[in-house]
């Protein structure tokens, strides 16, 4: 039976709890529930595929994890990546298989194709192995609802990561609309997510081969960049879920991506609030900003840290630096780590958590749907109860 303490611990997002008092007090850094595990965390590394393995092997050696094996059956990136970043080859596998057995990792990290998440999940889930896997969790509900079922089954968590969850001025931003009268009742929010192309910034070879592959990734810019703001969205509603999805894509580069839609609008309803969603590969720069309007003030998270807040039109903005995210919860893998080993009383609706992802997966089909067929779908039409 899957616990309710369990699926609490299943819900990535204590970097806020600390970061904004959501349930911890002020001076957390010092609670008994966060500390520094002596012992590093055993991970599996599955994929070199996806360009954000960078950040982990690359990451500056905390002592809170420690990677015993990778799975990489393309042997010339594994040689690549092994002269790059210094690690021995000896820790490299062909398959999922030859690495747990010869390793036995604690826990795995998922850095391959989106379409085989699901896979990966199937292999460790019942061998009781913890997974992260890089945003979004699934290409579509079916494979969602598998990867869900099984960890649960299992009694695994299964946490789903995204740069945003680490931006301190997110954070921030959550601390300022949580106590409610700031800028008063959010009526929308816009989030612009994207960049000039993953062709056009240098994404590697192998990366592309599989982002702009409509099966493997699931959709081109929609879903590699709207799942940031449906994950985003859908923590500041609480979990809500919209009444209807509208969508508008377009293809405007053929020439460079023939089978993928490189722009994408997404809008989503709730009963008083209405979110727009921008997720292109046509920006002029990388961006991933998010605007929060309430009844009377708006916050403005212009990237990590950079933001800009209003209570009234008449006191004017005001520019704001937000402090960095404590050392030991600032990344995924520090949290990781800590999900892993300790317990935390979160929120189903968290950023990293399955059931927000769930949504967001289920948003990201939807707005598939809408685009496809030029009509809003109802939610309630379309997800029926089961």
Known sequence: MYSSSLLLKTIPFFILMITTGFGFPKDSANHPQIHTETKPLKVGIIGLVHDHVHWVLGREKIGDIEIVGIVEPNTALAIKYSKQYGFSMDLVFASMQEMAKATKPEAVMAFNPVYDHLEVVEFFAPKGIDIMVEKPMAVNVAHAKKMIALAKKHQIHLMTNYETSWYASNAKAFEIIDKGDTIGKIGKIVFNTGHPGPKEIGCSKEFLAWLTDPVLNGGGALPDFGCYGANLSTYIMKGETPETVTCVTQQTKPDIYPKVADDAIIVLTYPKTQVVIQASWNWSHSRK??????????????????????????????????????????????????????????????????????????????????AKTGQTVVWDEYFKPE
């Not at 950079?306 to 039109?313: G, H, L, P, R």
């Not at 704001?320 to 317990?343: C, M, Q, T």
């Open 289 to 370: 900003d998010m605007a929060i309007y309430g009844k009377h003030g708006y916050v403005i998270c212009e990237n990590n840290e950079d933001m800009k807040i209003m209570a009234n039109e008449k006191d004017g903005p005001k520019s704001i630096k937000a402090n960095a995210l404590p050392k030991g919860v600032h990344d995924p893998f520090a949290y990781f780590s800590k999900l892993v080993r300790e317990d935390f009383p979160l929120k189903s609706y968290d950023l990293g958590s399955m059931e927000n992802n769930l949504i967001v997966v289920q948003i990201l089909e939807a707005a598939k749907q809408a």
